[in-house]
């Protein structure tokens, strides 16, 4: 670890998780959750455009496989930038990194609106992953060191599954923007992309009056500023509720440190928490490769094999679903509990999605649709609910750090993959006109997904209304509690 730079006892962390719900939270949501508006936007744009990409005049003469590989890019450049900017989030803070994350994410999703030939195309996504990896780590860092304990589960899983609302607008915005009718087919996919920067910096404006984690300044000695926001937060929250402030008497005594180095970081997710970082592997490699493989090349599925000329409206209904699973689930998480739910979710989404593999030869795009909507309605909620146990049964020196790794790892392994499986079963069973050859990759989701859910069963976490320093204490606390696994 780094020098210790003084020891203090704060009663930071109980005033936070004490506070009523108020304007000032949304404020919060808003700013910092928005974001996976635009990662499902970013998603669907490239899933819902994938005919207009592949016309060598109009689009960049892409093929299936190329669009999978675009796929597999954008994931890989999450990877990354969820890794590299993780490491600076928990060094140099939360607000910092949130602010340049959003820059990336906007810089780069002009540059693929410009994009002039695939290798433009591919490093253009690559950086707009970066971006978009950066600020999970970023993000959810900062959501749950600042919701109050008892609204952390509902408003994590809620503000995770906005991606959809993304996805939806995006599957919307295609329709008008491919109708040769209305909109050049040389543009409208650039128009698309660059729609998205524009939300982008509606975002940054509204993020630049968030303010930095208390939590994280007062474990690297800045103390004094932490209370002057504390006391912001209050004041601002007393006055929009009308409520009085409970007085609280907990309080933990923190050993501070400027940086917590990397060693110490590593050894405390695999040594000193085996069980957890076993859990939150599971959960990110089964909602990985199930989102990313039938998500990314759903679009093509419709288009190759079921008749589909326009696919936005078929991907609007599937995200409305996802996003009203993750709406209406969440709550779910706060009061029923973590493992019940999570395990649930995930055990029930697989198995309903190996049953729609078993019959993937007698269905229709509406069929097809359908069963998705279902599936994905319970899958929705609980793979929002992996980043949220990423994020709070880890230290908090660690978390941003521990978001990032889960992340890159999970989504390596089924997110950088699964496109390009997916992409090549596409191509295969297109040569052949069969489309049960796709099948093969609905079962392995499902398989991975009840492996999640069954490892939750035995391994999870009960965290729900618990403050993060009673799931896992941080590094530099004071004497700390035996850690448990």
Not at 102 to 110: N, P, S
Not at 281 to 288: E, I, T
Not at 347 to 366: C, D, H, Q
């Amino acid at each position: 670890m780094g020098a210790e730079t003084g020891r203090i006892t704060t009663d930071i962390p109980a005033r936070l998780d004490r506070l009523p719900w108020a304007r000032w939270h949304w404020m919060v949501v808003i700013g910092l959750g928005t974001v996976w508006i635009l990662d499902g936007l970013e998603v669907t744009i490239v899933g819902s455009m994938s005919a207009a990409l592949k016309p060598s005049g109009t689009g960049l003469g892409l093929s299936s496989f190329d669009i999978g590989l675009a796929g597999a890019v954008y994931v890989a450049g999450a990877c990354i930038g969820a890794l590299f900017f993780g490491q600076l989030t928990d060094r140099f803070g939360r607000k910092k990194l949130f602010l340049i994350t959003l820059g990336v994410y906007i810089a780069a999703t002009v540059l693929t609106a410009f994009s002039m030939t695939p290798l433009w195309y591919f490093a253009a996504r690559f950086l707009t992953g970066m971006g978009i990896g950066g600020e999970y780590a970023a993000i959810n860092s900062a959501i749950d060191e600042l919701i109050p304990a008892k609204f952390r589960g509902r408003v994590d899983i809620a503000i995770n599954g906005s991606f959809w609302v993304g996805a939806a607008a995006g599957s919307l915005l295609t329709i008008p923007l491919l109708d040769p009718t209305i909109v050049d087919p040389a543009w409208g996919w650039r128009l698309a992309f660059g729609l998205g920067a524009v939300l982008a910096v509606g975002i940054l404006i509204v993020r630049r009056h968030v303010p930095e984690s208390p939590r994280w300044l007062f474990i690297h000695g800045r103390e004094d500023e932490g209370e002057r926001i504390v006391e912001s937060i209050e004041k601002t929250v007393a006055d929009e509720s009308g409520a009085a402030l409970d007085r609280v008497d907990d309080t933990i005594t923190i050993r501070q440190r400027k940086t917590i180095g990397i060693v110490e970081i590593a050894k405390t997710v695999f040594t000193l928490y085996p069980k957890r970082t076993l859990t939150c592997f599971s959960l990110f490699v089964g909602q990985a490769f199930l989102y990313n493989a039938f998500f990314f090349t759903y679009g093509d599925t419709l288009t190759t094999f079921l008749d589909v000329k326009q696919t936005g409206w078929y991907l609007a209904v599937f995200a409305a679903s996802n996003f009203a699973g993750a709406l209406l689930l969440s709550k779910l998480f706060d009061t029923v509990g973590r493992v019940r739910m999570i395990s649930g979710t995930y055990i029930l989404s697989g198995v309903l999605l190996a049953g729609t593999g078993i019959f993937l030869g007698s269905v229709t795009a509406v069929t097809l649709t359908l069963m998705g909507a279902i599936i994905f309605f319970f899958a929705s909620a609980g793979a929002s609910a992996a980043y949220l146990t990423a994020s709070e049964v880890f230290p908090m020196e660690t978390r941003a750090l521990c978001i990032a790794f889960f992340y890159a790892i999970g989504t390596a392994a089924g997110g950088i993959s699964g496109p390009i499986f997916f992409g090549w079963l596409i191509d295969q069973a297109s040569a052949s006109g069969d489309i049960t050859k796709i099948a093969i990759g609905y079962f392995i989701g499902a398989a991975l997904m009840i492996a999640g859910g069954l490892v939750q069963v035995f391994l999870g976490v009960k965290a729900e209304g618990k403050s993060l320093e009673s799931i896992a204490q941080p590094l530099t606390a004071d004497d700390p509690e035996p850690a448990p696994a």
